[in-house]
């Protein structure tokens, strides 16, 4: 714990379970609430098959680092501008994902639109004249069209006055968009609407482009 933050290690129940690779979680007080420990971030195992991640942790400033393994290996993170309360999904049951948007104070207020892409994050395409790190396909098209309606919750908004925001992929089970084995990427947008200068009516811009965050969809 370091002030108002606390990492919070939790590795795996099993270190020969592929499924459970062990995670991290970073909380901050009044996030969400004052007196509230509010989800920043989540980072999950990015070596397959190692067996102590999350068993030893530490934080420092925007600076997080926990064990990969017993022989002194360790990932190092900085603050990502977003991340998700889980790694998978089952198709067969559905379930709910959080994620956790941070764009930053210089951001304060301004309008996001999270977006998701099953078809990978290269080469991606241009949106408001920034590259977004999303493959356009049928479900880029879903989350772009549905923003904030059925399965999409608050994932078109305005960020609060730190330049955070809470977003949701409420996935009903068997649903039939996306197919088990397949990879989620998302990422969102921080938008600037357009003005008017004399005669000329300026388009809205992108202003800022999160991190990408993996979701797995499994059987």
Known sequence: MEGDRVLVGAPPTSPIDPTDPGSTFLYERD?????????VGRQSSPV???NTFGWRVALSGPTTATTIYDQGSFAIYRDVSLCSDAAAISHTA???????????AAHAEEPYLLLG??????????????SLPLVPDAFLRTSFSHANA??????????????RATARLVVPPQWPLVQAGATLDHA??????????GLAILPTRTVFVSDTVELQVTP
Not at 117 to 130: D, M, V
């Open 150 to 163: 059925g399965p999409f919750v608050r994932t078109a908004g305005r960020l609060d006055e730190k330049g």
């Open 31 to 39: 996030l969400g609430g004052a007196s509230d420990w509010g989800l």
């Open 48 to 50: 397959p098959g190692a």
């Open 94 to 104: 559905g379930g709910t994902v959080t994620f956790s948007l941070d764009a930053g």
């Open 188 to 197: 969102f947008a921080v938008l600037r609407p357009g003005s008017s200068s």
């Open 117 to 130: 892409s099953a078809s990978g994050t290269s080469p991606g395409f241009s949106f408001g004249g920034a």
